[in-house]
């Protein structure tokens, strides 16, 4: 069997599948899974792009069951049951399409273009290189400012925009008090803009205003309830035609599954390009064959009947769980049974000892001890032993002295002649 995208999802299912009676080729088309939450600290310095990456071959380096292929699906032949490659096919008689989601830009004009998206380790590096650098230039060209080479414009209030923005924040912070740039901290701003008029959509409206309160403490200015029209290479137009000089557009504006593999594999979808999948996960028409994670519209189950689940790690931990475990019960002869989400509840973070969880019955934990529940819970999911580690050390390290964290611009020269970069200085 097939198990394609070894990312939340497809590494649960191959887990699930290791050692059983099938023999299973987990396919990706990078050697690597990623650890999104964690994204926005690479991007902010905080981590390395090594500790939010662990290699799939070591996961499953010891299996008798489960070998790993490092190629990019391109389609599926239903008809001959394989699966297409870019170098070639794979047949399959079962198959489980955990390939996620990509960035939305919602056709939003120059987004694309000229904002930096967060959702893959390349993107975190590339946007990690380019606010360094900016910081680098303003300290060489201080004139930049008034171009808005230190305006930081963050588009999206749900937890990824609501996280980078705390931490770029912190940042700034760390940078202007150690690192001995020569421009005043005052100088720097992050904007964060949502067309919504709160932030944290999927939390009460408490958790929403603490975050808000918590944001601004850190001095992260709100434009809520404005949409962006249209992203430049130096400015962010907004829905009342007024103008924001920056040369960093991050863009936390949401996913979809659109354009994804899930687009061309001839199945049906629906809102958000997401694959419809039956009660038990199954594709339609397709009794063999299953969607998890991002890229699947997971129904919630018969305690939520009709419901779809939210595009997080648990859901697609979950069900892709789910589906392994259908396909060895397919093996064993036995029926199909419907997938049931267990909630675990949600979590943010909005920077040094400040996040905030939800848990399903209600309950809310905030400030140090919903930072310290963060903390852990991101160590427990973190993939392999020596991130679990390094991450651990980076953090306590980082609590204890804030001069830690890999604030070093690695990208190659190609990187500076990016059209993100602002031409030099006179
Ligand atoms: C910045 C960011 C922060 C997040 N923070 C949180 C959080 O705090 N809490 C939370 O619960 N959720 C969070 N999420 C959401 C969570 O990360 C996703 O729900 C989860 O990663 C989905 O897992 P998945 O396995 O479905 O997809 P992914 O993790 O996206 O994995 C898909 C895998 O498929 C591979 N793939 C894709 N297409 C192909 C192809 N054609 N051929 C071969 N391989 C392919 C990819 O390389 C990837 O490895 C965050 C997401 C992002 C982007």
New binding site residues.
């Given amino acids: 069997m097939v198990v ?8 649960a299912a191959a887990r699930t599948l290791s050692g059983g009676p099938a023999e299973v080729t987990l ?4 050697n690597f ?8 600290e690479v991007a902010t310095a905080g981590l390395d792009p090594g500790d939010v990456a662990y290699p799939i071959r070591a996961v499953f380096g010891r299996s008798r069951t489960v070998t790993f292929r490092n ?4 389609g599926v032949d239903w008809q001959a049951g394989a699966v297409l490659l870019d170098d070639g096919r794979l047949p399959f008689d079962s198959l489980i399409i ?4 990509t ?1 939305a830009y919602f056709g939003i004009p120059g987004a694309e273009q000229w904002s930096f998206p ?3 380790v390349a993107d975190a590096r590339i946007l990690r290189d380019h606010l360094l650098r900016r910081l680098e230039q303003v300290d060489a060209h201080p004139e930049l400012i008034d171009a808005g080479a230190l305006t930081f414009v963050v588009v999206g209030g749900g ?2 925009g609501v ?1 980078v923005s705390g931490a770029l924040a912190e940042l700034l912070d760390v940078a202007v008090r150690r690192d001995g740039f020569g421009f005043d901290r005052s100088a720097a701003r992050v904007i964060l803009v949502d067309a919504l008029d709160r932030l944290l959509t999927p939390f009460g409206t408490s958790g929403a205003s603490y975050a808000a309160r918590a944001l601004g403490r850190r001095s992260v200015e709100l434009l809520l309830g404005r949409r962006v029209r249209r992203v430049e290479g130096s400015c962010v137009e907004l829905d009342d035609g007024s103008r924001i000089a920056t040369h960093t557009v991050v863009w ?1 504006g949401g ?1 979809t599954v659109a354009g ?2 899930a687009s061309v594999i001839g199945t049906p979808t629906v809102t958000g390009g997401r694959l419809e999948v039956g009660e038990d996960l199954a594709l339609p028409g397709h009794e063999r064959a299953y969607a ?4 699947a519209a997971v129904p919630w189950g018969p305690q939520r009947p009709g419901a779809v689940c939210p ?6 931990i979950q069900s ?1 769980h789910h589906a392994a475990t259908q396909v060895l019960d397919q093996i064993a002869g036995r029926p199909p049974r419907p997938f049931r989400y267990r909630d675990k509840g ?3 973070t909005i920077g040094r000892r400040a996040a905030i969880a939800e848990l399903p019955n209600g309950w809310t934990v905030r400030g140090t001890a919903g930072w310290l529940a963060w903390l852990l819970l ?1 160590l427990v999911y973190l993939v392999g032993f020596r991130n679990k580690l390094t991450v651990l050390v980076n953090w306590s390290w980082r609590y204890l002295s804030w001069t830690s964290g890999p604030r070093i611009i690695v990208g190659a020269a190609a990187d500076r002649r990016s059209p993100h970069v602002p031409p030099p200085g006179p």
């Fill in positions: 394609v995208g070894a990312g939340f999802a497809g590494l396919v990706d088309q990078r899974h990623t650890f999104q939450p964690l994204l926005y190629a990019a699906v391109t955990a390939s996620g989601a960035a967060l959702y893959t937890p990824t996280e936390a996913v994804t593999l998890v994670g991002d890229a595009q997080l790690a648990q859901v697609a892709g949600i979590m943010a991101h």
